[in-house]
């Protein structure tokens, strides 16, 4: 665990002294490095046990998948912003570079954190990284009030979250999460606001429909490095702390969660119809992952073994999915200089190969069978219909706009008559075919053994 951490934190040195010429070839190989030596933690010894343990990490088959899954979007990172950092200085390049190890340290802290405080404190720490992503290397004029937007929303949710943790701490005199006891300590009405103290933060991490508006515009303003990161691993660290926080307050009622359900169910269906009529790319990308999350959220509350394991394939299929999703917009963003649906049409004359990747990304984006998408939306789907049937009315509605939304981006961006601007097209590189291989290359190969991520 020590080795991973300690190679991940000196990429930070490494991305300031490393020859300029030589600056994203090693840093990239360096980082896939790590993440290969990191895939040996899903060959899980005690299952359904904490393993790898010390006094402050731990790992088990929560955290293992969550963090091999935020390392390998490092290296992805690097190769994506490449041509948004070609003209930049050669300074501004390490800091970039150092600014994203910073986070992806920081993010394995959180994932393998057993205190709660650490946690906490690793939890509100990815927000600094991410912030200088969005204001400093973002594209918009609006990028500050959408970095506002990111801020506030998070620190108000978590504030109540601290708040929590220490009134834990002087109950029991420790925050380590696999000793809680917490049955006799608390009234019922006290439990009910330790609940909403504690999920809020995570709830608007997710992000729970109501408290979503700060995720399109962050990923809007955001440079492609930003929205890969938001989208793959950020909103993850929403339902990880669901699913770690919810066993250790047992003396809620059920009667709790029904609202919470009810409002990710509903906003499932608004976010889904909101993609209908959106006009940027990326703003349909990004309410999209909105209304995946509500589902994880939904499994996440209701908390059967199946519901759990189906967000936990959910989270890691639509992380690497939605990430692929947003390097094929900036493929054509770094084209055409727009992300306009109207003007960025019938792409498939001019590059047929990247024709290929929309495809098979909006497939997955759509839970085609036999993506590990569709096993998790069909765990997660099955759980809650034996929960309650009437369920299946909100979620097979929302199968059904996602595939509808999905097919129109496709048949958009790469079908229709295209406009004069595009018949001067730059060809695709390389980099970007392997970009898209390295992402389609976990999602594929997990076909064939799903259970590793349960």
């Known amino acids: ?22 600056l994203f070839m090693i840093t990239t190989a360096y980082s896939m490095l790590i993440t290969l030596l990191m895939l040996k933690w899903l060959e899980q010894p005690l299952n359904l046990k904490p393993y790898t343990s010390n006094t402050l990490t731990m790992l088990d088959n929560i955290t ?36 994203c190890a910073t986070l992806q340290t920081t993010l394995i802290m959180t994932f393998t954190a057993t205190d709660l405080i650490m946690f906490y404190i690793m939890f509100e720490t990815t927000l600094i990284p991410t912030l200088i992503l969005i204001t400093r290397w973002g594209n918009q004029a609006e990028r500050l009030a959408a970095g506002t937007y990111f801020l506030f929303y998070t620190l108000t949710g978590s504030l109540p979250l601290l708040v929590a943790i220490l009134y834990l701490n002087t109950y029991n005199y420790h925050t380590t999460m696999l000793l809680f006891t917490l049955q006799n300590t608390l009234t019922s009405s006290c439990g009910t606001i330790m609940w909403l103290a504690c999920m809020m933060a995570f709830m608007v991490k997710m992000p729970l429909y109501g408290l979503h508006l700060w995720l399109p515009k962050a990923h809007v303003e955001a440079p492609i490095a930003g929205s890969m990161i938001l989208a793959a691993v950020l909103l993850k660290l929403g339902g990880y702390g669901i699913i770690r926080m919810a066993p250790l307050m047992p003396f809620t009622t059920h009667t709790i969660y029904l609202p919470f359900i009810v409002l990710s169910l509903w906003g499932m269906i608004m976010t889904s119809l909101i993609c209908l009529r959106q006009t940027d790319l990326k703003s349909i990308i990004a309410y999209s992952s909105v209304s995946h999350m509500g589902l994880v959220i939904a499994a996440t509350l209701i908390g ?22 947003f390097c094929l917009a900036n493929t054509n963003y770094e084209r055409t200089h727009t992300r306009t649906l109207l003007l960025t049409r019938g792409l498939m004359l001019i590059l047929p190969l990247m024709t290929t990747w929309w495809l098979i990304a909006s497939l997955m984006n759509l839970a085609l069978p036999p993506t590990i998408n569709l096993f998790g939306e069909l765990m997660i789907i099955t759980s809650l219909f034996n929960w ?7 979620t097979g509605t929302t199968t059904l706009i ?22 001067t097209l730059t060809p695709t590189h390389a980099r970007e075919h392997l970009l898209m291989m390295l992402h389609l290359l976990p999602l594929t190969l997990l076909i064939t053994h799903p259970a590793l991520m349960f």
């Open 304 to 325: 059967t073994p199946w519901s759990i394991a189906g967000a936990m394939l959910l989270m890691i299929a639509h992380g690497l999915t939605s990430s692929l999703l």
């Open 64 to 99: 293992s998948p969550l963090t091999i899954m935020s390392t390998w979007t490092l290296p992805l990172m690097i190769i994506a912003s490449q041509y948004h950092l070609a003209n930049e200085p050669v300074n501004r390049k390490r800091m970039f570079i150092a600014t």
């Open 388 to 394: 309650n049937m009437t369920t299946i009315i909100l």
């Open 1 to 22: 665990m020590l080795k991973i951490l300690l190679a991940t934190a000196t990429l930070i040195p490494a991305a300031l002294l490393i020859k300029p010429k030589h």
């Open 402 to 423: 996602t595939a509808t939304y999905t097919l129109y981006i496709f048949i958009t961006t790469q079908r229709t008559s295209s406009p004069h601007l595009t018949k």
